[in-house]
């Protein structure tokens, strides 16, 4: 059974930088083919698509967001990131990520897995 699970910090002030680590399991990174996005949900607003990176590295990015984002991730721990640089509080929701089968998550399918998601506030 696929899953992931997101950590990091729950607060975080202006201008400071956002790292988000999301630990899958039941799949390999390097070798389940998936796209692993990350996408948040601000408050009373709908789910944002942020990124993602695939089973051989290539990542992309939502051009609105691309000039403060940066996605890695660590093949030994089978685990990926998001980095937020120069957050506000316009950037405080919920963080989000997922496995798809596609790129995004605006064509979901049955196998797509989600991860329980995290709040994060941008707050001084």
């Known amino acids: 059974q696929v899953q992931l699970q997101e950590s990091g910090p729950d607060l975080v002030k202006p201008s400071q930088t956002l790292s988000l680590t999301c630990t899958v399991s039941?799949?390999?990174?390097?070798?389940?083919?998936?796209?692993y996005n990350w996408a948040r949900q601000p408050p009373g607003k709908g789910l944002e698509w942020m990124g993602a990176?695939?089973?051989?590295?290539?990542?992309y990015y939502n051009p609105t967001l691309k000039s403060r984002t940066s996605i890695s991730r660590d093949t030994f721990k089978n685990q990926f990131s998001l980095q937020l640089n120069s957050v506000t509080p316009d950037d405080t929701g919920v963080y989000y990520c997922?496995?798809?089968?596609?790129?995004?998550?605006?064509?979901?399918?049955?196998?797509?897995?989600w991860g329980q998601g995290t709040q994060v506030t941008v707050s001084s």
């Open positions: 039941g799949a390999s990174i390097t070798t389940t083919y998936y796209f």
């Open positions: 990176i695939t089973t051989d590295g290539s990542i």
């Open positions: 997922a496995a798809t089968i596609g790129l995004g998550i605006t064509t979901p399918t049955p196998e797509d897995v």
